[in-house]
């Protein structure tokens, strides 16, 4: 090692825990991975920790609405997280969640901190009452007519149809969509951080200003927040929301508890403090006590975060640390979103891709880890996942490229020389080196020529690659990384194509020339092994198991497997993609769960007349369940539908309805109806639907949704 091992505690975003993992956690959680297993096989300390984002309205609505309680809703998820997180080879060191002992012993410990510093004030607040829920309302709570331009339906905070921004009791007409109720204005008395402080701002400047703290864009961004230049400015932060709420109370403020937002990313330290009250941390070589640990200069806080989230992990993060006397964070490491064939993701639109239903259908977890590092880079960028450029890249690279060097040469070892290599031959790489670099373009050319002295030697060569693909992954440009692993890969089988082993074994008297030529090969794949492991964990270990070594740290691209060393008889390492499983993956939009067909009364029905009987039997087939719609919305370009989010009592899950003409959307907001829940699923061209509500009538405004009596909850079977 050229340095002393570096000492690092590294999280990832916290997931709101009211649902599963969508695709966008996963690719965080893998770029996280990646970083993290490179500086582990470098020999550096890391504690990976991450948590359930467990508190909020959302999740104490949500829970009310299944009728559980919103412990039981966390801890259901919970229960989730690891099919996921052991599915993708994600390995954190803990897992935890906000709503915890010492999420409550952490929060409130900081924020009497920050009141012992003055940084803390109450103030009254006007806000929307929901007089039938008995709760203030939050702005996603509450709709109305636009201030400015009048348009109807806008949410409490901004208007989608002409950018005003206002209060949410600006708007005109405002209703609860809650409970459709009118909310009244009521006061309550709010608790702000002082953030606007002069030693808060002036913190912060110093913060922002410290050399590869932030990547610059992201850097400027918050500068722009700090200095007012940006859309949204620095202000004092409401840290209190008032009961009923499920979180955190605030100290000696009854009926109090502290806005989600503050508590969530304490969560990063209440993980890590259980990881090492659990002696997982003590298990993982680290001595010191939590408090010790977290106070040592030696000790790197580096945060893995979507580019939604900067501005709370960029100012109230740093600022609440700071003056509670904590060490903040050193790196705030940003990506962007993903993509899926160039559409946002979105559930309902059914361009989505569910991780859980990835692995169902038996897809290689390294396919996709392979496939985003591929298209990550240190940049606040969105990537994008494209099926048919999915099963080439995997296809090319991991098994036409990679695996291929291993299959080609490890035959003539096992018959041939009972399984052990040979000498490790010096080969002027020079030539194979340029014949890469004249198919490359320019960009990629300036990687393979420019560095002849370096090539002289195949194996140099590619221990001097090494340096560069390990530069990259130190500064997240995971993509430049693979590149370049595959360039060599590329070189590698250029040399042997060239010295075609298979012609060579038909001659007795070159069998020492066949021993070298695969020997080099399988001493440059295990090269390549080390450079990938970081990425293909799982990958790594078969080819470890069948080279006859140990895990394989980077300090072993200096080593070579010495002359008579076994190798295991070589068995088949990675499948290639088969399009037919990306079909599967997309065909129900990516959701894994059912489509149907919208809402629509049969001719029959609607004419009165009587269609052929059924048997009992027949009519068991239909998983008939009350649902409650959390959210109807117009869909733009069809005339006759609405998008309608179903809580069906397992989850939601989106149905096109053809009632438009029937009904406004913002009447459907909390009712109850029935959905047909087992209905096949149904690709259309605004998105995915996922079962079919069930209506009385001839059709256009003349349609009746049906509604069960009262007492009927969501996810109730309909016998």
Request: charged share 25%; with cysteine.
């Amino acid at each position: 090692m050229t340095r002393a091992p570096r000492n690092l505690f590294v999280t990832t975003a916290l997931p709101y825990a009211n649902g599963p993992f969508h695709i966008g956690h996963i690719m965080e959680y893998i770029q996280a991975d990646i970083w993290v297993r490179f500086q582990r096989m470098q020999g550096h300390k890391v504690h990976f920790v991450c948590a359930d984002d467990a508190h909020g309205a959302p999740i104490m609505l949500k829970a009310e609405a299944e009728g559980i309680t919103p412990e039981a809703l966390v801890a259901r998820i919970a229960a989730e997280r690891p099919k996921y997180l052991d599915g993708f080879h994600i390995a954190f060191d803990n897992w935890y969640s906000t709503h915890s002992p010492e999420n409550v012993e952490l929060s409130q410990a900081i924020y009497q901190a920050l009141v012992a510093e003055g940084l803390i004030y109450k103030e009254p607040v006007e806000q929307f009452f929901d007089p039938v829920k008995n709760m203030f309302l939050a702005d996603r709570y509450i709709k109305g007519e636009c201030p400015k331009c009048g348009a109807k339906d806008q949410f409490g905070d901004a208007c989608e149809v002409c950018g005003s921004v206002y209060s949410p009791t600006d708007l005109r007409n405002p209703y609860s969509t809650l409970s459709g109720a009118t909310p009244v204005r009521k006061t309550s008395e709010h608790f702000f951080f002082r953030l606007s402080d002069p030693r808060c701002v002036q913190f912060l400047e110093q913060w922002l200003d410290t050399p590869g703290r932030l990547q610059p864009a992201v850097a400027n961004k918050a500068r722009e927040w700090l200095t007012g230049k940006g859309e949204q400015q620095l202000a004092d932060w409401d840290i209190s929301r008032d009961a009923p709420y499920f979180g955190i109370p605030i100290p000696d403020a009854p009926g109090k508890y502290f806005y989600v937002w503050l508590d969530a990313p304490v969560g990063y330290l209440a993980s890590l403090k259980h990881y090492f009250s659990s002696g997982k941390a003590r298990a993982n070589g680290e001595l010191r006590s939590f408090d010790e640990f977290l106070a040592a200069p030696d000790v790197e806080q580096i945060h893995f975060i979507g580019k939604d989230i900067i501005y709370f992990h960029t100012l109230f993060w740093p600022a609440m640390l700071r003056f509670a006397g904590r060490k903040g964070p050193d790196h705030v490491f940003v990506h962007g979103f993903i993509t899926v064939s160039g559409a946002k993701m979105s559930k309902s639109r059914g361009t989505g891709i569910s991780p859980l239903r990835y692995l169902d259908l038996g897809m290689n977890p390294e396919w996709l880890r392979y496939y985003i590092a591929a298209k990550l880079n240190s940049n606040v960028e969105d990537i994008d996942f494209n099926p048919d450029d999915f099963v080439a890249r995997v296809n090319s690279d991991l098994v036409g490229k990679y695996v291929n060097i291993a299959s080609r040469c490890a035959g003539f070892i096992a018959k041939r020389f009972e399984g052990r290599l040979g000498r490790v031959p010096r080969v002027d790489a020079r030539a194979y080196f340029k014949q890469q670099a004249e198919e490359d373009d320019a960009a990629h050319g300036r990687h393979a020529e420019g560095r002849d002295g370096d090539q002289r030697d195949m194996v140099a060569a590619f221990q001097n690659e090494a340096r560069f693909v390990r530069e990259a992954y130190e500064q997240r440009e995971f993509g430049q990384a693979l590149r370049l692993i595959m360039r060599l890969a590329d070189v590698a089988n250029r040399y042997i194509a060239d010295k075609a082993p298979w012609e060579i074994a038909k001659d007795p008297a070159r069998s020492a020339e066949l021993h070298e030529i695969c020997t080099l090969a399988l001493n440059l794949f295990r090269l390549l092994t080390v450079m990938l492991k970081p990425v293909t964990p799982a990958l790594a270990a078969k080819v470890e198991q069948f080279l006859g070594i140990a895990p394989l740290t980077w300090d072993d691209v200096d080593i070579l497997l010495p002359e008579g060393h076994a190798i295991h008889p070589y068995e088949h390492l990675l499948q290639r993609v088969d399009p037919k499983q990306l079909e599967a993956l997309f065909d129900n939009g990516g959701n894994g769960s059912a489509p149907s067909k919208p809402a629509a009364a049969p001719a029959a029905a609607a004419s009165g007349q009587t269609t052929a009987e059924v048997s009992i039997e027949d009519f068991a087939k239909l998983d008939l369940r009350i649902a409650r719609i959390v959210a109807a919305e117009l869909v733009e370009g069809a005339d006759k539908l609405l998008r309608l989010t179903l809580d069906v009592g397992d989850g939601e899950r989106t149905v096109f309805a053809g009632i438009r003409a029937a009904y406004a959307p913002e009447t459907l907001v909390g009712r109850l109806t029935v959905v047909l829940a087992n209905l096949k699923p149904r690709k259309m061209r605004f998105g995915l639907s996922e079962g079919m509500v069930l209506a009385a009538g001839p059709g256009g405004k003349d349609i009746f949704l049906l509604s069960p009596d009262a007492g009927a909850t969501p996810g109730m079977k309909v016998k």
